[in-house]
């Protein structure tokens, strides 16, 4: 049989219900250790599923990713650097103009994205009904309703992870406008000449430069194409 | 200054006059106009929930120098001194 292990990396904001569908997914296969160099807790899981074996690693609950806490360069760089296969992001159902903030992150990070929209109970209860196969369609990313504490959901999502693993579909990308688009493209040309540049995903380092993001920054201040970054800096203001 | 110079500011309507979030009592509520701060500073508040026209709420005051705040659904705790950059009406 070939290999057919599938690394899933677990998003969300803070206390979405991220345990509760880490604990579900895996059940007793779990490790707890330590991100390399760092004293935050590194949770792992494994389950199978269809036949594929699925590595689960449990990233810290973040609001964003602009890497300015250790918990955020954590998941930043895991979902850079590592490249998992899904990312799945933990939605609160009962909160999802907070929560939609890091899927629109994530879109920009180009991961391969699954929703799961949790404590869709709660939501309820609060008399929000949301509908999750508009919000699919809008994003273009698989929604799977779920209710973490009860279970309810998780073969759906686990399901929707080996779907998307076979056949990832890449979502919409977000336009900012004529202004901001031209200067996008200028950066991404920019970029596509440098090797070490080339490995991130383009946009979203054109938008990180845009927003003067500091890692990113300090990334493209050591490659070979900073001074047609600056250029190109300079039409934006 | 997110808030004062862009599109983003329409909603919220300066009904009464701007003034700082630091300056509630716990229980009181407002609508956030806009954050007074640098780009990354401003950018930071924005991604914790301080979008304007969002409303806010100071819930207690665990001690003379913060405030926890409810925003967008999470409780967050700052520093009165962050909160003074955060303008409501
Ligand atoms: N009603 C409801 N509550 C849930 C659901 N999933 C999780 N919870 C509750 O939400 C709270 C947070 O759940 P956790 O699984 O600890 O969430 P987390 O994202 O790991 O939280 P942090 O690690 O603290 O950021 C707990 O009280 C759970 O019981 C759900 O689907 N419905
Ligand atoms: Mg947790």
Not at chain 1, 29 to 37: A, D, F, L, T, V
Not at chain 2, 28 to 50: H, I, N, P, S, Y
Request: with cysteine; aromatic share 8%.
């Amino acid at each position: 049989m070939s290999k057919r292990e599938i690394l899933v990396g677990l998003i969300g904001n803070p206390n979405v219900g991220k345990s509760s569908v880490f604990n579900r997914l895996t059940g007793a296969k779990q490790r707890i250790g330590n991100w390399p160099g760092k004293t935050v807790e590194k949770k792992e899981g494994w389950f199978r599923h269809r036949g594929f074996s699925v590595h689960v690693v449990d990233l810290p609950g973040v609001y964003s990713l602009s890497a300015i806490s250790i918990d955020e360069a954590i998941a930043r760089d895991f979902i850079v650097e590592e490249k998992p296969d899904v990312v799945v992001d933990i939605v609160d159902a009962s909160n999802l103009e907070r929560n939609l903030y890091l899927v629109l992150q994530l879109i920009e990070l180009e991961a391969n994205l699954v929703i799961a929209l949790n404590k869709i109970d709660l939501a309820q209860s609060m008399g929000f009904e949301v509908d999750h196969e508009a919000l699919s369609r809008e994003l273009s990313i698989p929604v799977v309703p779920t209710i973490a504490t009860k279970g309810y959901g998780i073969d759906e999502l686990k399901d929707a992870i080996i779907s998307s693993f076979e056949n990832p579909q890449p979502p919409k990308p977000i336009s900012y406008g004529e202004d901001v688009e031209q200067a996008i493209s200028e950066l991404v040309e920019a970029f596509r000449s440098d090797a070490e540049l080339s490995k991130y995903p383009l946009r979203w380092l054109a938008i990180m430069c845009l927003e003067r993001d500091q890692t990113v920054a300090s990334l493209i201040k050591k490659s070979s194409i900073y001074d047609k970054v600056k250029e190109v800096l300079g039409f934006e203001r | 200054m997110l808030g004062q110079d862009s599109s983003i500011n329409e909603p919220a309507r300066f009904s009464t006059l701007p003034r700082p979030l630091s300056t509630l009592s716990p229980g009181e509520e407002a609508v956030v106009l806009f954050v007074d701060g640098g780009r990354g500073f401003t950018k930071r508040l924005v991604e914790m929930g301080f979008v304007p026209g969002v409303r806010v709420r100071v819930l207690f005051s665990p001690n003379p120098g913060s405030r926890i705040v409810e925003v967008m659904g999470a409780r967050i705790a700052l520093s009165v001194g962050i909160l003074s950059k955060v303008y409501v009406g």
